[in-house]
């Protein structure tokens, strides 16, 4: 099985970096697929058009996300891979850390290169959206 390991920083606080991810609203406009987030430790969740599904295994708000997460296309006898989200201060506002393991060896370069794919540019993109429509509204 294998690890993946990412740490990237958002011009925006651990606090909304959170919510982004556990909000479904939220999830569902950033990555434009369906996402629904229980917010409980032992909730479920889906992303991506049901493409994604687990258990929230702990949630420490605004802090900590751990969850079993895995695809729709892993085999039946591929286990659960283990998704944690850490929040925290970075450059310029936030920083989330990634540790995605037990990940099966045939979706390992798929997950690599999809979290920057599905997760961190879009979320880039939602921001600056967001950041773009709050300067409007300024007087």
Known sequence: MNTVQQTVDFPATPA?????YMDSRKHSAATLAKATLSRKAGGKFTAFDGMLSGRNLIIVRNQLIVQAWRATHWKKTDPDSILVLKFSRGKGGGRVELLHTNLPDHDYLGVKKGWPHYYWK???VYLKKQAYRISMQSP
């Open 122 to 124: 879009p979320w880039r």
């Open 16 to 20: 909304h970096l959170f919510e982004l």
